[in-house]
């Protein structure tokens, strides 16, 4: 089946730093990945769509400016957060669908902790 | 009014319990539906697809109405292992893209 491979699993990084979270389909090309973001004990809140070749959108709320995505292959987006603050930490996960498998869920990459300390 | 609601528990329920999880949904263009599963400190994983007709897979059966616009999953013969939080997902059309919309997920615990 289909794999979503993210990386880092976690990263521990001081305030004011960057952080880049990669994804990749590894099996097959994703013109379209999500990046969501869940604190705990909450659900998964979309954060972002990353389009292949062109600009991401962005949800009501998330700062385009903070959370930079590039979508620069079929096989690979990356979401930097810039200058993380501690209430960033949270745990982030990418997602995607297979292009010739419309009727099937998409997959999920393993996630992303991120704790700005 | 959320887009997807879901109670979101506990349920806590005895090994071999039959148990039931109902979802609402907001968005009426909405056209596909899913039932996927996190457990702890982990990513969700897909459980199953949810179809018009209904569906089963071995233990577990989705049922759609969309007259009502709810989905449900319900999971016979309770395992230990079916203890996680279980996450009614929609995709939906909007603003010239779809998107998965998740609801808050309901959190089962299976007691021995």
């Known amino acids: 089946g289909a794999v979503v491979s993210q990386h880092p699993s976690w990263v521990i990084c001081k305030s004011g730093t960057s952080v880049k979270i990669e994804c990749r389909s590894l099996d097959f090309q994703a013109t379209t990945m999500f990046w969501y973001r869940q604190f705990p004990k909450q659900s998964l809140m979309l954060m972002a769509t990353s389009n292949e070749g062109s600009k991401a959108t962005y949800e009501q709320g998330v700062e385009k400016d903070k959370f930079l995505i590039n979508h620069a292959s079929l096989t690979l987006s990356t979401l930097t957060v810039t200058s993380a603050h501690p209430e960033d930490s949270s745990f982030y996960i990418c997602?995607?669908?297979?292009?010739?498998?419309?009727?099937?869920?998409?997959?999920f990459g393993s996630g992303t902790r991120l704790t700005v300390v | 009014r959320k887009e997807v609601e879901q109670d979101p528990g506990p349920f806590n329920v005895p090994e071999g319990a039959t148990v039931a999880f109902n979802c609402t949904y907001s968005?009426?263009?909405?056209?596909?539906f899913f039932w996927y599963r996190q457990d702890c400190r982990k990513e969700p994983k897909l459980l199953m697809s949810v179809y018009s007709s209904g569906n089963e897979d071995g233990r577990f059966t989705a049922q759609l109405n969309r007259a009502s616009q709810y989905i449900s999953l319900l999971i016979r013969d309770s395992k230990l292992s079916d203890s996680a939080t279980y996450l009614c997902v929609v995709d939906a059309y909007t603003s010239g893209t779809y998107k998965y919309i998740f609801g808050t997920g309901t959190r089962l615990k299976v007691l021995a």
């Open positions: 968005n009426s263009a909405s056209q596909s």
């Open positions: 997602s995607a669908r297979d292009r010739g498998e419309a009727n099937y869920g998409y997959t």
